[in-house]
């Protein structure tokens, strides 16, 4: 089976660790503690082309790295990423594009998934403006509470490290 490491990006708050829930286990709490340094899970994601399916390593990393996250050991060998932000707070989705831009630059024709998370929640203005200038194919609305979106956006990723044989 292939396997691929996909590093979770993202501040403190924006779901990085409910979107791995509810991608892993298929349910959302409320309440999670914050993570601290990295906390490392897999899942098998079947492909909907009915190839064999992929491991994805999944690091969820702690959101007080920042960008200094590409300075660590932990993004070494990573195959690809998930960036998060929080629609509902749009210096988060600034943060995103941050880490979007830095993962591009150390990690150059790797692939990507920016997820706007909590679009089950009313949008802050300012939060669409900030993603204008990435890829329109590399950014998903995604709500760990709701569940939509989130298999698709793995799949998705899943599928271009298998073309992309990273």
Not at 54 to 65: I, K, S, Y
Not at 72 to 98: F, H, L
């Amino acid at each position: 089976m292939l396997t691929a490491k996909v590093m979770l990006l993202g501040d403190m708050g924006v779901g990085k660790t409910s979107i791995l829930y509810r991608l892993i286990y298929n349910r959302f709490e409320g309440q999670y503690k914050s993570t601290l340094g990295v906390e490392i899970l897999s899942h098998d994601v079947v492909p909907v082309d009915g190839s064999d399916p992929m491991r994805l390593v999944l690091w969820d990393t702690d959101g007080d790295f920042g960008t200094q996250i590409f300075d660590t050991v932990y993004v070494t060998g990573a195959s690809a990423a998930i960036i998060v932000s929080d629609v509902t707070r749009p210096q988060t989705v600034t943060r995103m594009v941050e880490l979007v831009r830095g993962f591009e630059e150390r990690f150059p024709g790797r692939p990507y998934r920016a997820l706007l998370n909590k679009i089950d929640l009313p949008e802050a203005a300012g939060s669409a403006g900030a993603i204008a200038g990435l890829a329109r194919s590399s950014v998903k609305s995604v709500s760990a509470k709701t569940g939509v979106g989130i298999v698709e956006s793995f799949v998705e990723l899943a599928q271009t490290i298998r073309r992309r044989q990273l």
